[in-house]
């Protein structure tokens, strides 16, 4: 007991030594504060220290904003605008020395989307006024004012911007100037540039092609082909240049005009040249032909939207199911509806008989379509069943009657038929596949089935002749003797 007394007087002793030590450091402190600072040995390098941890966060923060930048840009150039806008949105506006290259990629993604007025406001402000960023924004500003049709705000932009982006044309700025006179609807300015000044502007192999270019852009390739002349010959040996005048022929729509065509292109393989040739065969009803360069196009650029809008049903007519379905595999076209293209691999995976995959993907596609798909799944559908239900131990009726009855009710008279054979077949699509000889009707073809029949009323066979047999009931009639 008396050990537990000691120790709470320790206690209450050091409390209060500690309690009067802190008020005497207060008032030590506040009676010296009038007094000079006192510096320690080694305090002075610590200003030095707060400026390169400070500098040491710029460069940190720079260097994010940069990486953000470069996958932006890289998102972009993908097509994938939703995640470009999640690294743009990663940079503080307020802080970040890269808000003007942020707010040139974010109108860069409007414009894309087609929001051209957006794209305008992401570029309003005086910084972008400064010499050093309008050159990099000028020219995304006239295009939107061509998109919006705003001629007032384009003309007066055009002096500026081409005062400043100048120094960076290599070729005075012809297509720029070209493109704003066509807008503003100075026809006299397009023909001077065109045709008039053309043999003092081919001044060069680039030149030359940009020149043929316009005139492709503007339908007005007969035009140049009559002054095709004025080019220098030593343009020629640009190969570049052949494919497009061989283009150029090839859309002039004439029979001998495709001749030239071809003779411009002939000792070319790039794919380009490939794409005019198959073109030029595919006029010709040359199937064959055509989808040989097509191929060869789509070996030297695999997604070639060019060669795939033309390979893929050519690949259908010359039933080259395999090459089809590898092509549909590249096709990285964004307007073609999924459930489109997916209905088309179906397509070719039934006639390549991989009927399996095919049932796969039909499941996938119906959910796409809600249960509602249109008239040519639900055709494929009621076929794949039918097949796959030959294949399976427990075959499952009624489920291959429920495709069918689908496709009967799209009015397709097959599958209408077929669900009728359900009737006298327990499983058709067994049926189908047997090999030894079934009864066949020979008049019912797919052209009887869709032409229009004489009904003639069935012979009836008369075995007693129905007067007869009215006479002797009248006869029996008057055989019955009469009670009075």
Known sequence: MKYLKALLFLIAFLAYSYGEGLLHAEDVFLSSAGFKEITFPGDEYGDYAALEAEMTNDVHNRNADLDNLTLAKYKIINGDLKMARFYLGRIDEKRSRVFAVKKRYESVIAFIEGKFKESLDHLSGKKFMDSSIYPQICLLKMINYMALNDTSSLSSEKDYCMFYTGKASKNDQYWLDTMVKLKLKDSKGVRRNLITDAESTLNDDEMSKLWL????????????????????????????????????????????????????????????????????????????LAFGHFRLALSKKQDSTNSLERAIPLAWI??????????????TNRSLDPRNKQAIKIAFLIREKRFEEAERELILLKNDFKNQPPFEVSIMDSYVALIMGEKEKKFDVRKVEESTEAACRTFDG?????????ISWENLGKTIKREEATFADKDMTLDSLKSKKVVTPLAETVTVDQRDIEELDGEGIQLMKVVP
């Open 213 to 288: 270019k316009t005139g492709l852009y503007l339908n007005k390739e007969q035009d140049l082909l009559n002054i095709l002349s004025i080019l220098p010959e030593n343009s020629y040996q640009s190969k570049r240049l052949r494919e497009i005048v061989a283009f150029m022929y090839l859309r002039s729509g004439k029979a001998e005009d495709r001749a030239r065509a071809l003779s411009f292109v002939d000792d070319i393989d790039s794919a380009n040249a490939e794409n005019i040739k198959g073109n030029i065969n595919l006029k010709n009803k040359e199937y064959e």
């Open 318 to 331: 010359l039933g080259q199911w395999k090459d089809g379905l590898s092509m549909l595999d590249n096709n």
């Open 414 to 422: 097959i599958s209408c038929w077929i669900s009728l054979q359900f």
